[in-house]
């Protein structure tokens, strides 16, 4: 029996909850908005009539309508002169003579208004009006009142009502007539100023008498400086009909203030509506102000060479003795007349100003609707949000529609769109909606001299600040890659990687000194990063003995990130000696003299690693490179040693688990399949990117979508001139000196590769295009014997071309393509 109860209770509530729902349904129902609409209509235009007539027959009407109770007013029906009846002339002796006068049409106003907005004949803010009337109402009540006070017993018309004279008087009474006078026109200056800002400056020229002069002067030129900013009106408390209608068709035209929310004007109350968000604030700096060096006295120059110790100091990491005299060490005064590039070096894309296609956008929405109904899926509202590539529609579904359903949809929705490449978030982090992010048709370019002059950039606080780009949002896109602390990129050929890159390192050298950050640039393919090679002498570390300032030999590379084992090791040393925990606590006891250099301490910069063709370099070294960058990956944040790896084939052989264990923070432009998308990101979504540096930034659980800023090559070597072209130090950035296990002596039974077999170059295409790292295989197709296919098969094995012997299996093949293949064996013939 409990059972029965309960769901006769549950029944009973679901059936209430429906009526409710029938209920409100019926109100929200567009034919019956029309229809109340309507009805307030008709009920204005009869009151119109009322008040209009009671100007010629009221003082007829008087007598018969004072002082008769509102139940005997059908006795005299028939003998009242009003045009709209009895009842008409007893409303309008009530609103003209009892309560307030001839501003009773601003009810009229109010009424019309909404009338007009139920049936969408009009869009206006009721609220708005409503005030705007009340306000009117009342004080042009008591200015009628004031002003025709004397004709109060000569009329039946009482201009000001009987409000209008009582307050009239009580003011007369208290403050006289001229502090009533100044009253009344002091109310209207504050009224005009809310109802629209022209107001501000044609009183600011009537009381300077700017009016007269520009009179005397017969000019007669518009008052431009008095036009309304655009975004005015969402700032007024009152609008007249006609500067709300202007502003609102300026907003459906294009809207640049952030988070403002558009509703189509077929509908004001559909479920679409639109949110354009706005350019963030472009901050350019002036040339930097050359300031002296601190501690350099007035027509004397600092010597960057003097030592920055003069005195003995005693033995001991921590110094204790006062070192107040002499200063903060300054790491800068090396390049003190050093100057980060200026903004004017950017390209600046002419695409501010580009409106929004609001027909694209209202179609879209629409379309999304109907994909979805078709399918049965009913939705409450759809709200999009518009960004220079992608727009972003947020569908909240009606109650008990499956998430699934919609994800499954993905197709069908991409299909009615004719879109390439829609992606659907189910559900969005954070937030009641289904995001559905659809490429715009016309899409805008994000520039790098937008990203780099916004106020975020400038004044932004990060020890290593990165400016990817701009979100679906129009904000700036930032990540402080101290906090990553390690990047890997990923993206097929041709669709921004390589300008990605190239935006990290224009961001970075916009921001730091030569002497507070160095970079390792690693360019396999040999012309990536060549247009960096002249600021060698600020901004490159490399090996002491090396030739090049950017690295594409791959042996090079590995004696490269060797040394950054070491380079490391030898800051955690010191670190242990400071008693200090990373990089940041360290320098700043260095900088405040706490450590004493004739021990060895010194100002450590970050140094950034980029390693471009990172797939390359496995297929080439394996192991060999993979262990160093695990290393680094695993425990260089400390010492402030960061590593960025691209790669435009991000299979599970390149991007081990190892390599993804230690690059929490991924970016993934397009990729070909979602294979590659779940190898990078651990997830699908960057097979469905359109490419041209449309990215997904993931780091942890959060998933961003960002359009990258583009920076042209002809923009990155105008910023490498500007800076080469500065004093800079005598020598790139020496990274330690490092010698391998077996450098310098001859390991018993090792292979020489300066003595290869002539067969070897065709032994290595076969084994690469057969993919089977077989000695048999190599006999067969050569017809040699045994002996020699297992000499070319260890001379195999020692290039790297395949792997180590595994008993009866055939050997692994580490070379996956023949492209990789003749770079190794160039470099094999170069050596």
């Not at 396999?524 to 490399?542: D, G, Q, R, T």
């Amino acid at each position: 029996m409990a059972k029965k109860n309960s769901t006769t209770k549950q029944g009973n509530g679901s059936s209430g909850e429906g009526k409710i729902n029938s209920i409100k349904l019926f109100f929200t129902n567009e034919r019956t908005r029309f229809v109340t609409g309507l009805i307030i209509m008709i009920f204005t235009l009869y009151l119109a009539l009322a008040l209009i007539s009671f100007f010629f027959t009221g003082g007829a009407d008087q007598s018969k309508i004072e002082h008769v109770p509102v139940g005997d007013l059908l006795a005299n029906r028939g003998s009242v002169a009003n045009w709209t009846g009895v009842r008409g002339a007893y409303i309008s002796d009530l609103l003209m003579n009892r309560w307030f006068g001839i501003s009773s049409f601003m009810i009229l106003y109010f009424f019309a208004s909404w009338g007009a907005k139920l049936m969408s004949l009009k869009r206006v803010v009721l609220f708005r009006r409503f005030l705007f009337s009340a306000v009117m109402l009342v004080w042009g009540s008591v200015f009628c009142a004031f002003f025709f006070i004397k004709g109060y017993e000569d009329s039946f018309l009482y201009l000001g009502g009987q409000h209008g004279y009582y307050i009239s008087e009580v003011l007369i009474n208290n403050i006289g007539i001229p502090g009533t006078l100044l009253l009344l026109v002091g109310s209207f200056l504050i009224i005009s100023i809310f109802v629209s800002k022209k107001t501000i400056p044609f009183l600011q020229k009537v009381f300077t008498f700017g009016w007269l002069r520009r009179f005397k002067k017969g000019d007669k030129q518009t008052d431009t400086d008095d036009d309304l900013d655009e975004n005015d009106a969402d700032e007024r408390v009152f609008d007249t009909e006609k500067e709300l209608e202007k502003a609102e068709n300026e907003k459906l035209k294009y809207v640049k203030k952030p988070g403002t929310t558009i509703n189509i004007p077929e509908d004001e109350d559909s479920i679409f509506e639109v949110t354009v968000p706005g350019e963030e604030d472009t901050y350019l700096p002036s040339e930097p102000e050359k300031t002296k060096p601190e501690g350099e006295k007035e027509g004397e120059k600092a010597d960057a060479n003097d030592p920055e110790f003069t005195v003995e100091v005693p033995v001991g990491d921590e110094e204790p003795f006062d070192a107040s005299e002499m200063g903060e060490y300054d790491p800068k005064l090396d390049l003190s007349s050093f100057r980060n590039p200026t903004i004017d070096l950017l390209k600046k894309y002419d695409t501010g100003d580009r409106q929004v296609d609001m027909e694209e956008q209202i179609e879209n929405q629409k379309k999304i609707k109907q994909t979805l109904e078709n399918f049965g899926i009913s939705i409450a509202s759809i709200k999009a949000t518009v960004g220079p590539t992608i727009t972003l529609y947020e569908v909240i579904p009606d109650v008990g529609v499956r998430i699934a359903k919609i994800r499954n949809l993905e197709d069908d929705i991409a299909l009615s769109l004719s879109a390439l490449g829609i992606r659907i978030i189910a559900p969005m982090p954070g937030k009641g909606t289904i995001g559905i992010e659809v490429p715009n048709k016309d899409p805008q370019i994000v520039s790098m001299q937008s990203v780099i002059g916004s106020r975020k950039f400038q004044e932004s606080k990060y020890d290593l600040p990165v400016a990817l780009g701009k979100t679906i949002t129009n904000e700036i896109f930032m990540f402080d890659l101290c906090k990553m602390p390690h990047l890997l990129v990923a993206g097929a050929t041709g669709q921004g990687k390589s300008v990605g890159l190239n935006a990290v390192i224009t961001s970075l050298l916009y921001k730091k000194h030569p002497s507070e950050l160095k970079f390792v640039l690693v360019d396999p393919k040999m012309v990536e990063f060549s247009i960096y090679s002249s600021i060698e002498k600020h901004y490159l570390a490399m090996l002491p003995d090396a030739d090049k300032p950017i690295i594409t030999d791959f042996t090079k590379v590995i004696q490269t990130l060797n040394s950054l084992c070491k380079e490391m090791d030898d800051r955690y040393d010191l670190l242990m000696k400071a008693h200090t925990r990373n990089i940041k606590e360290y320098n700043d006891k260095f900088i405040n003299r706490r450590l004493n250099p004739q021990k060895g301490h010194k100002f450590m910069p970050y140094i950034v690693v980029i390693i471009d063709e990172f797939g390359d370099l496995i297929m080439t070294a394996g192991k060999e490179i993979e262990l160093p960058i695990a290393r680094i990956a695993q425990k260089a944040r400390a010492v402030g040693i960061h590593m960025i790896i691209a790669t435009q084939r991000p299979s599970t052989n390149i991007i081990t688990g190892t390599i993804k264990a230690n690059f929490p923070a991924r970016v993934a432009f397009r990729v070909s399949s979602m294979i590659d998308s779940r190898t990078i990101l651990d997830s699908p979504g960057a097979n469905q990117l359109i490419g041209r540096g449309d990215l997904l930034f993931s780091q942890g659980n959060d998933m961003t979508r960002v359009q990258c800023a583009f920076v042209d090559t002809p923009e990155v070597e105008q910023i490498s001139n500007y800076i080469g072209n500065q004093v800079g130090y005598p020598t790139a950035f020496a990274l330690p000196e490092y010698i391998g296990e077996n450098d310098g002596e001859k390991v018993p039974g090792a292979v020489d590769l300066s003595d290869r077999d002539p067969l070897f170059d065709e032994a290595a295409r076969l084994i690469v295009i057969q993919q089977q790292g077989s000695t048999s295989l190599i006999q067969r197709k050569f017809a040699i014997g045994y002996n020699r296919a297992g000499r070319l098969m260890d001379q195999l094995e020692a290039a790297g071309i395949v792997g180590p012997f595994e008993g009866s299996k055939a050997r692994q093949v580490l070379l996956q393509d023949e492209y990789s293949l003749e770079q190794l064996l160039n470099a094999l013939r170069e050596r």
